[in-house]
């Protein structure tokens, strides 16, 4: 198994901490986060990565666990997390990258292929819709209203970081394991969220994420559609996010493709890490994904 490196790489006037694996001479595939996990949300997914020889990056993004932290809400505006994202591109010597992300890290990942197609060799999403497809989606199914609801809570100013820190993270925690199937996260893997999440000033940096960009995420001027190669990997037993976004944001993929995992949840790739990874590499390699459940093409 290929060693993991970590490195502080500074990008769009901020320092990321990026956990690295895999051969340096390897195409790079650029693994991207949601809340409230960091790099170590893919720990599943790096070495099995690695092992097929490519070099594989995971940072935590802007205001999580060990990277810098701004202090101002519009530090986390989406034309940030974008810039940082193109910036370890760029810092990477790499032309071209293979993009992965989940939950925010895939809204990151959309807005990215979106904006900048020429540095993406593919797409891949997990349980991320793309922005245009949201908006839609609660205007047609008001029950994803309610789903999302706990982004209203995010909205209080202090309130919610300071509430969580004061019961040790407990509620965080059970959200997890509630969200998530039985036994998909063990005690081990809850302390290290725990210790990331203690980090100074990282749940008020997280939560600032939703603060900056909820409601009235900044407009691209880039299309909509997203040309490069996409797969959208979605758990249909989601809490958060209805399946039927996956599909939704398929209208926006010129070339897409979707699977649904019918017993995953929003945390699909911690509860079906073979059968994730391996559709991952299939579309990488350039095979047809291979499910039961398929939400379209």
């Given at each position: 198994?290929?060693?993991?490196?970590?490195?502080?790489?500074?990008?769009?006037?901020?320092?990321?901490?990026?956990?690295?694996?895999?051969?340096?001479?390897?195409?790079?595939?650029?693994?991207?986060?949601?809340?409230?996990?960091?790099?170590?949300?893919?720990?599943?997914?790096?070495?099995?990565?690695?092992?097929?020889?490519?070099?594989?990056?995971?940072?935590?993004?802007?205001?999580?666990?060990?990277?810098?932290?701004?202090?101002?809400?519009?530090?986390?505006?989406?034309?940030?997390?974008?810039?940082?994202?193109?910036?370890?591109?760029?810092?990477?010597?790499?032309?071209?990258?293979?993009?992965?992300?989940?939950?925010?890290?895939?809204?990151?990942?959309?807005?990215?292929?979106?904006?900048?197609?020429?540095?993406?060799?593919?797409?891949?999403?997990?349980?991320?819709?793309?922005?245009?497809?949201?908006?839609?989606?609660?205007?047609?199914?008001?029950?994803?209203?309610?789903?999302?609801?706990?982004?209203?809570?995010?909205?209080?100013?202090?309130?919610?970081?300071?509430?969580?820190?004061?019961?040790?993270?407990?509620?965080?925690?059970?959200?997890?394991?509630?969200?998530?199937?039985?036994?998909?996260?063990?005690?081990?893997?809850?302390?290290?969220?725990?210790?990331?999440?203690?980090?100074?000033?990282?749940?008020?940096?997280?939560?600032n994420w939703y603060r900056a960009n909820l409601p009235g995420m900044t407009a691209s001027k880039?299309?909509?559609?997203?040309?490069?190669?996409?797969?959208?990997?979605?758990?249909?037993?989601?809490?958060?996010?209805?399946?039927?976004?996956?599909?939704?944001?398929?209208?926006?993929c010129e070339n897409g493709q979707g699977i649904l995992l019918g017993e995953a949840t929003h945390w699909v790739q911690h509860e079906e890490p073979e059968h994730?990874?391996?559709?991952?590499?299939?579309?990488?390699?350039?095979?047809?994904?291979?499910?039961?459940?398929?939400?379209?093409?």
């Amino acid at each position: 198994m290929e060693k993991r490196e970590h490195q502080s790489i500074e990008t769009n006037g901020i320092k990321l901490h990026v956990v690295q694996q895999g051969p340096e001479e390897g195409d790079l595939v650029l693994l991207l986060h949601g809340f409230p996990e960091y790099w170590y949300g893919w720990h599943k997914q790096m070495a099995y990565l690695a092992d097929k020889g490519f070099r594989v990056w995971a940072p935590d993004q802007r205001g999580y666990n060990l990277s810098d932290k701004p202090e101002k809400v519009t530090d986390y505006r989406i034309e940030y997390l974008v810039a940082d994202i193109v910036g370890l591109i760029k810092a990477s010597g790499k032309e071209k990258v293979f993009l992965i992300g989940h939950d925010w890290g895939g809204i990151v990942a959309w807005r990215v292929a979106r904006e900048f197609p020429q540095l993406i060799h593919k797409l891949i999403i997990l349980n991320a819709p793309h922005e245009a497809a949201m908006g839609r989606q609660i205007v047609r199914q008001p029950s994803q209203l309610l789903k999302s609801s706990y982004i209203l809570f995010f909205q209080l100013r202090k309130v919610p970081e300071r509430l969580l820190q004061f019961s040790n993270w407990k509620p965080a925690l059970s959200a997890l394991q509630n969200s998530s199937r039985k036994g998909t996260f063990n005690d081990e893997e809850l302390q290290c969220y725990r210790t990331a999440w203690s980090q100074p000033n990282a749940m008020r940096s997280m939560i600032n994420w939703y603060r900056a960009n909820l409601p009235g995420m900044t407009a691209s001027k880039a299309p909509l559609k997203v040309t490069v190669p996409t797969l959208v990997i979605w758990g249909a037993k989601d809490q958060f996010l209805g399946s039927g976004l996956a599909d939704a944001s398929l209208q926006y993929c010129e070339n897409g493709q979707g699977i649904l995992l019918g017993e995953a949840t929003h945390w699909v790739q911690h509860e079906e890490p073979e059968h994730v990874n391996q559709l991952m590499m299939d579309f990488i390699a350039g095979y047809e994904a291979r499910s039961t459940e398929t939400t379209g093409k």
